[in-house]
Nanobody
Framework: QVQLVESGGGLVQPGGSLKLSCSGSGINLNDRATAWFRQAPGKEREGIACIRRFARWQRYADSVKGRFTVSRDNAANTVYLQMTNLKPEETGVYYC?????????????????WGQGTQVTVIS
């Protein structure tokens, strides 16, 4: 059974940093694309970062370029999202998702497996 578990969310002040983790079980994350999505209250889920299989390629939404970094630890079967200089409008639930094709995009549709999400709140 495939399971993705996100962790690392929490409360942070504007300008602060958080590192999210997405741990996989029943699935090898290294040979699949993994992406991070964010859903703010009342808004649609949006893709913010993606790492392709074997870490050959990363892509970021324009809004997070230069501030967020997606990476993977193959031994731990975990994908991370390092977030810096966080802004209040980035408050929301952060999800990781896996695309079995390995190609990966920032669109919701191609993703086959989703975690339950972790809450990030950016507030003064």
């Amino acid at each position: 059974q495939v399971q993705l578990v996100e962790s690392g969310g929490g409360l942070v002040q504007p300008g602060g940093s958080l590192k999210l983790s997405c741990s996989g079980s029943g699935i090898n994350l290294n040979d699949r694309a993994t992406a991070w999505f964010r859903q703010a209250p009342g808004k649609e889920r949006e893709g913010i970062a993606c790492i392709r299989r074997f870490a050959r390629w990363q892509r970021y939404a324009d809004s997070v370029k230069g501030r967020f970094t997606v990476s993977r630890d193959n031994a731990a079967n975990t994908v991370y999202l390092q977030m810096t200089n966080l802004k209040p409008e980035e408050t929301g639930v952060y999800y990781c998702a896996v695309d079995n094709s390995g190609l990966g995009t920032l669109l919701v549709d191609p993703y086959d497996h989703w975690g339950q999400g972790t809450q990030v709140t950016v507030i003064s």
